[in-house]
């Protein structure tokens, strides 16, 4: 085979012990070596605050201890070990009141066997910390308590700040390995020539190599450019820790090689650099899907906590997903809308299928839904849709009356959305099999509104003209639109989908004698048509007052807004149906405390019983805090383990 090799692409390596292999080897695979040593190591015995804190340790003048890293906490127990034997070390900590900050201290501390008085629960940020110590039963108040802090890095203002005015006496215990090199003027010169634009690949062969650069940078006031210069080279990792410490500070991998052994690194990225840095030209990486993909069975799904739920089985954790949650809101997303229209999207199966299976792995939902949107039908009714516009999506072609209705086409979604199918068959066949795929439409009642209205609407005004005047030609469309769907969910599942949402989103526009005489019986036939066995979830908004007959209408799980308490509106519907819902969406704009306590709260209205799917109660706004999202989801499943 021909070894390509870097092309003459500038690389720049941040290595510093073998520094000089690393130039040669790059320019052996023909790249021009850019060598910026960002590290010099630090004897263990030089950790002189760890000293000191082991001095107070054994003089018994140390109430607490948090562990904040785990990296920091076996540095500390090394460099302690350097000087004292390593049993006093472990008696007297475990004498301490010992919190560990998350799973990676934990896993630490255990291997110790050094007890760990409180586990600190996710998303493991100093706000969890401070709510453990204040709630603790074990009740232990902070004023006058000697605290220590093992830092690694950076320490945490915000929780020294919130220790101190619990009148806690602060001891800080940085610890290092690494500090920047003597001389630091190759460093800076190569983060200028990146900021410049003039280097096409970076490879990182160490996780402390990533803090040291972006710290070193940010002290030089160049962290913002270095960051944007960086989301357009290639960036390479040399293995799983590296990578960690790159997606801790928001940077993403393109490469990670066979073998994490820097020789492979670099022949590894010089076989294929001439198609990764390419790629980076063109966009984000296509990471997710892979057109070679086969796999189409649901064995392994069936038992999902998702699909348990929808056939109310007791689940050991209850399942999230959030709607409309492949949006903007999501970097990745608005990378891939940079380039291409939204219809041009919902038409690529391949960008169809990456953006729908990146937002479920960035927030670790429990399903993931096919990307597309409820209005597409349109286009096959002889309709025309157009998005972009500052009023949200807008249809034109006239259906004001009777006539209007009979020269609509049938709905033959075989041939007019085929597109819809290939990116269900495509998404599923990429998407982690263990994750269930839920197929979608909107449903009769919304999908005429939009259609009658052409876009939104706050009244409603001539849909209900439109179902008051002439009731014949109403049912007729529902109808018409009604047999479309049926033919375009089963189509869907033929396709792979292993449940389906019908979206009423405009629904609560009606009251309820309206809703029984004008929704209902069309609602009732598409869901009476879905091929047997495959769970439907019915959602609409503004329904608290036809709770009983939305659920009449059918579906095996009923989608409830914010605007109903859970527990409520499950009376209401009765618990043999499973229920979806229902955090307001602004909540995500709060504070994480407010959050976790509403996510708290839904919960306890649940009270695990089974059947209970997690869910906003409307789509997430487009401009919600990406990391907000991340931490619902974390909070449902650490607050609803079973
Ligand atoms: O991730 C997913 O949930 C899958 C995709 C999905 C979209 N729309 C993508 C989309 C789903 C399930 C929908 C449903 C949908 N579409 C509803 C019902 C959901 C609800 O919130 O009740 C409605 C009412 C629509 C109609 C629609 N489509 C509107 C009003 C808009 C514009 C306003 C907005 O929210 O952005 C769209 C466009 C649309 N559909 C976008 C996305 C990601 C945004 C397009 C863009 O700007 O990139």
């Known amino acids: 085979m021909e070894r390509k090799g870097f092309d003459g692409a500038t690389v720049v390596s941040f290595e510093s012990r073998l520094a000089d292999a690393m130039t040669e080897s790059i320019r052996r695979r023909g790249g021009q070596p850019l060598s910026a040593p960002s590290l010099r190591e630090i004897p263990l015995s030089e950790n002189a605050e760890a000293f000191s804190f082991a001095e107070k340790l054994f003089a018994g003048r140390i109430d607490l201890l948090i562990c904040m890293t785990g990296v920091g906490t076996r540095i500390l127990l090394e460099a302690l070990a350097t000087r004292y034997d390593k049993q006093q070390v472990l008696e007297a900590f475990s004498r301490l009141t010992v919190v560990a900050r998350g799973p990676k201290p ?74 920047l090199p003597q001389d630091t003027a190759p460093l ?85 650099a001439a198609e990764l840095i390419r790629e980076k030209k063109e966009g984000p990486a296509r990471r997710y899907v892979n057109t070679k993909a086969t796999q189409v069975s649901a064995v392994g799904r069936q038992d999902s906590p998702f699909l348990k739920a929808c056939r109310r089985e007791p689940t050991s954790v209850t399942p999230v997903w959030i709607m409309r949650q492949a949006g903007r809101y999501l970097k990745e997303y608005r990378q891939i809308r940079d380039r291409v229209s939204f219809l041009e999207l919902c038409k690529s199966k391949e960008l169809a299928a990456e953006v729908a299976i990146a937002a479920a792995e960035r927030l670790k939902v429990d399903a ?59 998404t599923r ?12 439409s909107g449903a009769p009642f919304t999908l005429a509104a939009y259609i009658i209205e052409g876009g939104a609407s706050k009244s409603f005004v001539n849909t209900k003209r439109f179902m008051y005047s002439d009731p014949g030609a109403w049912n007729a469309l529902l109808q018409k639109i009604s047999r479309g769907l049926v033919k375009y969910l089963n189509g869907q599942i033929e396709a792979g989908a292993d449940a389906v ?40 908004t503004g329904t608290a007052g036809f709770l009983r007959q939305m659920r009449e209408a059918g579906g095996d799980v009923i989608g409830v807004d914010p605007r109903v308490e859970l527990d409520q509106a499950w009376a209401a519907i ?55 999202a991340v931490a619902m989801v974390e909070y449902v499943h650490a607050l609803s383990q079973r």
């Open 574 to 628: 009765g618990t043999d149906v499973g229920i979806q819902g229902n955090l307001d969406p602004v909540v995500l704009f709060a504070p994480r405390e407010v959050i976790r306590a509403k996510v708290k709260r839904i919960l306890e209205q649940a009270a695990s019983r089974p059947g209970h799917i997690f869910n906003l109660g409307q789509g997430i706004l487009p401009n919600t805090p990406e990391e907000n």
């Open 368 to 426: 993931a839904i096919l990307f597309s949107d409820i209005l597409l039908i349109v286009e096959p009714m002889g309709l025309t849709l157009e998005y972009g516009s500052e009023n949200g999506p807008e249809i034109s072609g006239q259906v004001a009356a009777a006539a209007d209705v009979d020269r609509l086409p049938e709905i033959e979604p075989a041939e007019s959305l085929k597109f819809v199918f290939d990116a269900v068959q495509l």
């Open 501 to 540: 949402q019908l979206f009423d989103t405009w629904v609560g526009c009606l009251g309820p004698e309206e809703y029984e005489q004008y929704v209902l019986p069309h609602t009732r036939s598409v869901i009476q048509g879905i091929k047997p066995g495959v769970p439907v979830i019915h959602f609409g």
């Open 106 to 179: 934990i896993r630490v501390l255990k291997e110790n066997n050094i007890p760990i008085t409180i586990t600190v629960p996710e998303p493991n940020t100093w706000l969890e910390i401070i709510h453990e110590l204040d709630h603790n039963s074990r009740s232990l108040a902070l004023e006058g308590k000697t605290v220590a802090v093992q830092e690694y890095g950076v320490s945490n203002e915000k929780l020294i700040q919130a220790l101190k005015q619990r009148g806690a006496n602060v001891l800080q215990v940085p610890v290092y390995r690494w500090a």
């Open 188 to 272: 800076l010169q190569a983060i200028r020539e990146i900021t410049d634009g003039k280097v096409q690949m970076a490879l990182f062969t160490n996780a402390a190599q990533v803090d040291h650069l972006l710290r070193f940078a940010s002290g030089e006031g160049l962290e913002p450019s270095l960051r944007e210069a960086l989301k357009r080279m290639v960036i390479t990792s040399i293995g799983p820790m590296t990578s960690e410490a790159l997606h801790e500070h928001g940077l993403s991998v393109d490469f990670e090689p066979s073998h994490s052994k820097m020789g492979i690194l670099v022949n590894e990225a010089a076989d294929h």
């Open 429 to 440: 066949q990429c998407l982690n099999t263990k994750i269930p795929l839920l197929g979608f």
